[in-house]
T-cell receptor, first 115, second 110 residues
Framework: SQTIHQWPATLVQPVGSPLSLECTVE??????LYWYRQAAGRGLQLLFY??????ISSEVPQNLSASRPQDRQFILSSKKLLLSDSGFYLC??????????????FGPGTRLTVT | SQQGEEDPQALSIQEGENATMNCSYK?????LQWYRQNSGRGLVHLIL?????REKHSGRLRVTLDTSKKSSSLLITASRAADTASYFC??????????FGAGTTVTVRA
């Protein structure tokens, strides 16, 4: 089964500073990868997904970007953080080889607070 | 955009009681999934029910799906303190993405 690692676990950043969150996956190859954001007490908002190296689909126009430099690495970035970027960021990938419709494994998340 | 909507938003029950939460969605789906999230943690997959299934069981969990009403329910029987968590439904509309609801927060009192 897959294991998803995310770091850092928590991050406090000032407004206007850059951001880089990393997600790596073990136990599978060429997985679909997803970045979600969860505001306090809310559900998950899909931000980006990738079906392969260098391929990124953006779901919500915003201050963030994503990249997939390697098969099992997914990075979420921002050049200048906004207060509204605060939240809990989760990386996910489907179970097994399947893409659409599969159950998803989630990483432990990164708690980002923008001050 | 969020397609699934859970009801109620919050639920408080006594240990040993059953907990029921509902999920409604808007468009046709391939399957519907339920996840649990303990405070400050990632989500854990609980159960997946396909659009051609009506009921599914897993341990103390029972999920129903009514595609005519575009709704699903999750029943947790004989609840335990460890069941305290937020529960989310997620729908798959036959693409690469899941749409999550806002969740039901369940508190099980000892």
């Amino acid at each position: 089964s897959q294991t998803i690692h995310q770091w850092p676990a928590t991050l406090v950043q000032p407004v206007g500073s850059p951001l880089s969150l990393e997600c790596t996956v073990e136990g599978t190859s060429n997985p679909n990868l997803y970045w979600y954001r969860q505001a306090a007490g809310r559900g998950l908002q899909l931000l980006f997904y990738s079906v392969g190296i260098g391929q990124i689909s953006s779901e919500v126009p915003q201050n963030l970007s994503a990249s997939r430099p390697q098969d099992r690495q997914f990075i979420l970035s921002s050049k200048k953080l906004l207060l509204s970027d605060s939240g809990f960021y989760l990386c996910a990938c489907p179970k097994g080889v399947a893409g659409a419709g599969s159950e998803q494994y989630f990483g432990p998340g990164t708690r980002l607070t923008v001050t | 955009s969020q397609q699934g909507e859970e009801d109620p938003q919050a639920l408080s029950i006594q240990e040993g009681e059953n907990a029921t939460m509902n999920c409604s969605y808007k468009t046709s789906i391939n399957n519907l999934q339920w996840y649990r999230q303990n405070s400050g943690r990632g989500l854990v997959h609980l159960i997946l029910i396909r659009s051609n299934e009506r009921e599914k069981h897993s341990g103390r969990l029972r999920v129903t799906l009514d595609t005519s009403k575009k709704s699903s329910s999750l029943l947790i029987t004989a609840s335990r303190a460890a069941d305290t968590a937020s529960y989310f439904c997620a729908t798959d509309a036959n693409d690469y993405k899941l749409s999550f609801g806002a969740g039901t927060t369940v508190t099980v009192r000892a």
